[in-house]
């Protein structure tokens, strides 16, 4: 059965959760608007922001929001349409990890998966939430924490 | 112009590598073509009719005469001969293979280019006046502005997955050479009463199937404003730009369908709202980038003395060609060069690697060592002695790449068409190659003035028809091409969009039509009147009877 | 879907290349339009068009399908006749320059 889903997180680690565990999680559609957002949608330790296309960048918005504005301190994971060609973009917006389901863990492979949080682009020209991404604005002018 | 610091240059060097492990899964066929394409479109690498198709981003369309070079190199080792400059200032290659791209772009890092955002829905390559730091009518210089959006814009995490394409024009002067006012964002830049820039900010220009002229959508923003405000327009069109018709996902659209002051209001509160701590740097990071811009040396050029015509020797093809392709420079003693790319029968936009070979050489010897690409698919050099002048020009005429036919109807934009598009319905080069060899010979006896004429091979309007004097669109009606003509548009400060003159006619009727147009407003023009103000003249009748004998 | 017309090939783009190529008999890939296998019969064109596709899902080629033909090999859609022999632009001006080179 397929009901396991991988949690890979920033820091290299996979996990395993229940599916069932994973439908419980607080969730917001990437596409939802911001302003519409109050803090009891987001009063949770762990909140999940769903890709609903794989063409659609939206969710990444939605956590610089989430956790710009709105001070979400908990932990932020994609969900959805991510690829791992994407999960850079994921990691540069704040999310702490992706959930994966089984079977598209297994449609790239685990290493591919791995080796997508060691992005080959390591720089970026803006502000940069990623460990392992570096700001060249921040880099060139040093003004910021 | 602008250079590279190490980080620039490894931050281009490290998209080529990520291509090329992408490609190579790929070719492993660890990721199908349907996952692979959006990868590939991000690196400009298209697959066309007869092959792949790599668009390489020449930013706000100034290059240096060693990557001029280099584009030529990368014609002959990995193409064939030749590459086509685009309405966008890029350039197209139409013959790589994939399995040689990833060297073409490592080939392209090593001159600080790439080909990042030349395709897919994000913000593609910004466009500015081809004369920007040169022309004599400049209020602000564009140019540092351009890099600050480029760098701003390269590899955004927010703006990789838009509805829709995103372009941005910007120019500085008064008369409008970027066609800012059909873009999804024209920014127009001018001087504050402090003497301090400040941008105006159109929104919802386009082609394609809805054409649009752009709306002033905010007045007067400060430069240190300038990024927010455009990461707040951003956000709201991506918010709410629509993504279930791809006709209709352009911010034209969003415009029209939620009203001017709504958006306005919506952008005004994402504005407030927006976190600034990323653009703290901005104010900093434009005066760096004006002073890692190499500027020309305009006096010690001066003191050189080059081989010059001092105009003893009477010499009328020389003197049509100053008239028609040399426009004024904002320093005493220089001007600018065009040159033409619309040879009469020549392909639109194409040059052969010997050309651009030539052109890198005569940019060093004749221009500090600089080019531009212009929307109108011609290439610039943009400081040139006037005293040098003739023999830039002889130059010019060994490579066959003199005609004087700037803004003249046989200097037609065309886009690649059928021959090449695979979303084409018709062809346009051939069709842009009959009527150029047609019209050149009026051009000569008769003052036309300038007339755009512009010939796109399907309703997406990459060779801009609804915006030319004359536009031709190449349609496909039950199999066989068919050419519809608009008349009256206009691309420049009084942007406008031209109307449809009637039935679509045959590809070997549009040179005798054009003609046939061109004729009759030469009957009927007050002096000193365009084509297009003519047309709104005396209206579409008389033109519609002209051109259907 | 069926063939309008008398006779059909298969046509697709080489991964690597991105070349055309044409479905041989021996279900190979070809670059030249004459190496094409000549499809008349409706049945055996989609059972060959079955094999294209497995092509695509070996890497080898992207976009196979079929194309309706006339007895002088040319296409009658334009589209598909400018896919088979190739851009049909003269340019006198290139041509000229590069021989004088």
């Known amino acids: 059965m397929s009901d396991v889903v991988r949690l890979l997180k920033a820091d290299g680690t996979v996990g395993e959760i229940d599916a069932k565990a994973v439908a419980m999680f607080a969730s917001l559609e990437g596409e939802t608007d911001p302003a519409t957002l109050s803090v009891s949608d987001i009063d949770a330790d762990i909140l999940l922001i769903e890709f609903t296309g794989a063409a659609d960048g939206r969710g990444f918005s939605l956590a610089k929001a989430v956790l710009g504005k709105m001070a979400y301190q908990g932990k932020l994971y994609a969900v959805g349409c991510i690829n791992p060609d994407q999960l850079s973009m994921a990691l540069q917006t704040g999310f702490d990890g992706v959930l994966v389901p089984a079977e598209r863990w297994a449609d790239y492979g685990a290493e591919v998966w791995k080796a997508a949080l060691s992005p080959i682009v390591k720089l970026s020209y803006a502000s940069t939430r990623s460990q392992g991404l570096q700001s060249i604005w921040q880099l060139r002018h040093g003004t910021q924490s | 112009m602008y250079q590279y610091d190490q980080l620039d240059q490894s931050i281009v060097e490290q998209r080529s590598a990520e291509f090329r492990a992408q490609v190579e899964r790929r070719l492993a066929g660890s990721i199908s073509e349907a996952e692979f394409k959006p990868l590939r479109l991000m690196n400009g690498l298209y697959l066309q009719l007869h092959a792949y198709m790599l668009r390489v981003a020449i930013p706000y369309g100034v290059l240096s005469s060693k990557q001029m070079a280099k584009l030529a190199d990368i014609a002959d080792k990995y193409d064939r001969g030749y590459g086509h400059f685009t309405t966008r200032q890029n350039i197209q290659f139409n013959w790589p293979k994939l399995i040689e791209t990833p060297d073409i772009l490592d080939d392209l890092a090593g001159v600080q280019m790439h080909a990042i955002q030349t395709s897919g829905n994000c913000i593609r390559n910004i466009t500015t006046d081809p004369f920007a730091g040169a022309a004599a009518d400049e209020e602000v210089d564009p140019r540092p502005l351009c890099e600050l959006l480029r760098q701003w814009s390269t590899l955004h995490p927010e703006f990789a997955y838009l509805p829709r394409k995103f372009k941005f024009a910007i120019t500085g002067s008064a008369i409008d050479r970027a066609a800012i006012k059909v873009h999804d964002i024209g920014l127009r830049l001018r001087k504050g009463s402090d003497n301090r820039p400040l941008t105006d900010i159109w929104v919802g220009g386009g082609q394609g199937r809805t054409p649009k002229v752009a709306q002033l959508f905010k007045q007067g923003v400060a430069l240190e404003d300038l990024l927010p405000y455009l990461e707040a327009i951003m956000r709201v069109y991506n918010r709410y730009g629509r993504r279930d018709n791809k006709y209709k996902a352009r911010i034209k659209i969003l415009l029209a369908e939620t009203g001017l002051e709504k958006l306005q209001e919506q952008v005004e509160a994402e504005f407030q709202s927006l976190d600034r701590t990323p653009f703290v740097n901005v104010a900093a990071e434009l005066q760096r980038i004006t002073e890692n811009s190499l500027t020309p040396d305009y006096a010690s050029h001066n003191e050189s003395g080059e081989l010059t015509n001092n105009g003893s020797v009477p010499h009328p093809e020389f003197d049509a060609w100053k008239q028609q392709n040399v426009k004024p420079h904002k320093v005493r003693g220089y001007v600018i060069a065009m040159v033409s790319l619309k040879p009469a029968g020549g392909i639109p936009g194409d040059a052969t690697s010997r050309q651009m070979r030539e052109l890198a050489e005569l940019a060093v010897r004749y221009s500090h060592d600089e080019l531009r690409v212009t929307h109108r698919q011609n290439l610039v050099l943009p400081h040139v002695l006037e005293r040098d002048l003739f023999a830039l020009w002889q130059a010019l005429v060994e490579i066959e790449l003199a005609e004087d036919n700037i803004d003249l109807p046989s200097d037609i934009i065309a886009c690649p068409g059928l021959d090449y598009c695979a979303l084409a319905t018709a062809r346009s080069i051939p069709i842009a190659q009959a009527v150029s060899a047609k019209i050149r010979a009026t051009e000569k006896k008769t003052d036309l003035g300038g007339i755009s004429v512009n010939i796109s091979g399907c309703i997406n309007a990459c060779a801009h028809h609804h915006v030319a004097n004359i536009g031709v669109l190449g349609l496909n009606k039950g199999g066989v091409e068919n050419y519809q003509l608009t008349l009256g548009g206009r691309n420049d400060q009084n942007a406008s969009i031209g109307e449809r003159l009637g039935p679509g006619v045959s590809g070997d009727e549009v040179p005798h039509v054009i003609e046939r147009i061109i004729d009759f407003y030469v009957d009927v023009r007050d002096a000193g009147e365009s084509l297009s103000d003519t047309y709104d003249r005396v209206g579409k009748e008389p033109f519609k009877e002209a051109a259907y004998v | ?101």
Do not use: F
Not at chain 3, 23 to 46: I, N, P
Not at chain 3, 62 to 87: K, Q, T
């Open chain 3, 1 to 101: 879907m069926p063939l309008k017309h008398s006779q059909s090939i298969i046509i697709a783009n080489d991964l690597r290349t991105g070349r055309t190529v044409y479905l041989t008999e021996d279900s190979r890939w070809s670059d030249s339009v004459v190496d094409a296998e000549l499809l008349d019969q409706q049945d055996y064109a989609e059972s060959r068009l079955v094999t294209a596709l497995s092509g695509e899902g070996a890497n080898l080629v992207i976009d196979p399908y079929l194309v309706g033909i006339e007895p002088d090999l040319c296409a009658s859609n334009i589209r598909e006749r400018i896919r088979l022999s190739g851009p049909t632009i003269i340019n006198n001006a290139r041509v000229g320059i590069d021989q004088a080179a």
